[in-house]
Nanobody
Framework: QPQVAESGGNLVQPGGSLRLSCTAS????????IGWFRRAPGSEREPVSC????????YYDNFVRGRFTISKDNWRNTVYLHMDKLKPEDSGVYYC???????????????????????WGQGTQVTVSS
């Protein structure tokens, strides 16, 4: 049974940094893309970034480009989201999910939305506040 599990969420001050982890089980990253998504209070789940496990190709939402970095460790079957220069608007529950389908983690990201991603985790809370 393919599963993913997020960890690393915390309370952090504006301008601070945090690293989230998404660990996969029941499948290996080399055939999948892993996406990170944020659900702010009162909002829908929105795409943040995604990465292909095979070649490391990455895509970002413009709001986080230059501040967040997505990376992978295939040996640990884990994808990371390094978040720097955090803003209060970055607060929310962060989820990761997997997809086998090329169009959902490609140059069309994040406009492709959350459709096409499967095997969602339970989420990890990130709060950016002073």
């Amino acid at each position: 049974q393919p599963q993913v599990a997020e960890s690393g969420g915390n309370l952090v001050q504006p301008g601070g940094s945090l690293r989230l982890s998404c660990t996969a089980s029941g499948f290996t990253l080399d055939r999948y893309a892993i996406g990170w998504f944020r659900r702010a209070p009162g909002s829908e789940r929105e795409p943040v970034s995604c990465i292909w496990g095979s070649d490391g190709q990455t895509y970002y939402d413009n709001f986080v480009r230059g501040r967040f970095t997505i990376s992978k460790d295939n040996w640990r079957n884990t994808v990371y989201l390094h978040m720097d220069k955090l803003k209060p608007e970055d607060s929310g529950v962060y989820y990761c999910a997997a997809t086998l389908n090329m169009p959902y983690c490609s140059s069309g990201f994040p406009n492709t939305g959350v459709i096409g991603f499967d095997h969602w985790g339970q989420g990890t809370q990130v709060t950016v506040s002073s």
